[in-house]
Nanobody, 120 residues
């Protein structure tokens, strides 16, 4: 079993910053990709950013230059630094992690989601 614990969401004014965190625990052998998705009210869940075990990162165009994803492998934690936030960034943010369990079986898990609200 692999669990994710997210933190850092909340209410912030436009132009300000927030940092989201997501820590993985459980029967983990290795972690491959750690990423963030979001779902705005009335919209489908969308990809935001990922960081691979190699350090490769990728972002959706709408957050490039404003958001930075990083990971601490020792802590099995991924971060999303969100700067210059806009009201359109308001959404429930979900962490997503995949890798190999202690049984060497592939796993993919989602966090419970946390609300980020950006006021204008």
């Amino acid at each position: 079993q692999v669990q994710l614990v997210e933190s850092g969401g909340g209410l912030v004014q436009a132009g300000r910053s927030l940092r989201l965190s997501c820590s993985a625990s459980g029967s983990i052998s290795s972690i491959n990709v750690m990423g963030w998705y979001r779902q705005a009210p009335g919209k489908q869940r969308e990809f935001v950013a990922f960081v691979a075990s190699t350090g490769t990162t990728n972002y959706v165009d709408s957050v490039k230059g404003r958001f930075t994803i990083s990971r601490d492998n020792a802590k099995r934690t991924v971060y999303l630094q969100m700067d210059s936030l806009k009201p359109e960034d308001t959404a429930v943010y979900y962490c997503n992690v995949d890798g190999l369990g202690s049984d060497h079986e592939y796993f993919e898990v989602w966090g419970q989601g946390m609300l980020v609200t950006v006021s204008s």
